[in-house]
């Protein structure tokens, strides 16, 4: 049950909620909209309806839309943003403390807005909320990468694990988790439409937003080999479903190294596909861009 309910005090029948349903399920015939019959199940629970609805007045899964933010709540400048995605950097030393754990379960749910393929919202957010814990997996993970190197088990193209072992052993470095205090990991079901893809996006979301709170963050793709190819066994200890495929592992925590400047970029490989549509289809040149001054790929 959608449980989708119009309140006719305030819909002023204007259809709008009829042509943004994604997939058109809302009957634009009837005099106030209404789900057409049989359709029920198809409907995406995208909510686009109560959100576009201009009075307020649809309300779908239970949702009221009086509890929705408005649209015209104050969002980052695209200055401000253009300079969190040139200053965001990987993080490899961090400080003991921990990140207060409110915030850590909002930075999730605010990644869970993250856009997913057909709206599945099937993405797994595993978190380490606390050093003692990330310490212990960091111990049990080296213990598995020795166990699987005595049994052989370790592939010819990750051998570099053994290295890592060895600093780990010797000097007490921590190449794979870098002493973060925290660690969050995504997951979802393998047979989902793009697992990874909806799993990296939102894990993307909680990058940026961590960072706009000062918080350091690495990606790690070395811990995602190692969960899911070398020691399957901590994938199910850590509570990841056996079904899902982690897309992501990222730690995080207050950073112990300031950087006092952004890097710089080469020019992005960018191929402007609509003027050579363009010059194909209609015979024409392309329009001349100022800018980027990017680099073409050839023809
Ligand atoms: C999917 C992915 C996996 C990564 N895995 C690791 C890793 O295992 N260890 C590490 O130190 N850095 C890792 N990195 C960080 C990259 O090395 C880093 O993003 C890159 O050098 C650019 O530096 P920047 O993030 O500061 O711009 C990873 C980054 C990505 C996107």
Partial sequence: MINFIVDREKCTQCKIC????PILIINGKTAYPEIIEGKEENC???QHCMAVCPEGAISILGKDPENSIPTSSPIPEPEKLENLLQIRRSIRR?????????LIY???QMAS?????????SVQFTVIDNREEMSKLSQLTYDCIKKAHAENKIPTSKLYLNKFLKVWKEKQINIIFRNAPHMLITSAPKNGTFPVVDSTIATAYFELLANSYGIGTLWIGFAKFVFEDIVPEIKT??????????????LFGNPAVKFARSIQNDNPKIKTVMNRLRSS????DAPSRPFPAVF???E
């Fill in 94 to 102: 961090f400080e003991s403390t921990e990140i207060d754990k409110d």
């Fill in 18 to 21: 009829v042509s943004e349903c």
């Fill in 237 to 250: 200890k850590i509570g990841i479903p056996e079904n899902h495929e982690i897309a992501a592992v990222l």
């Fill in 296 to 298: 073409q790929a050839s």
């Fill in 113 to 121: 807005y993250a856009p997913t393929a057909k709206n599945e919202n």
């Fill in 44 to 46: 995406l629970k995208c």
């Fill in 281 to 284: 289809i209609f015979q024409q």
């Fill in 106 to 108: 909002r930075m999730i």
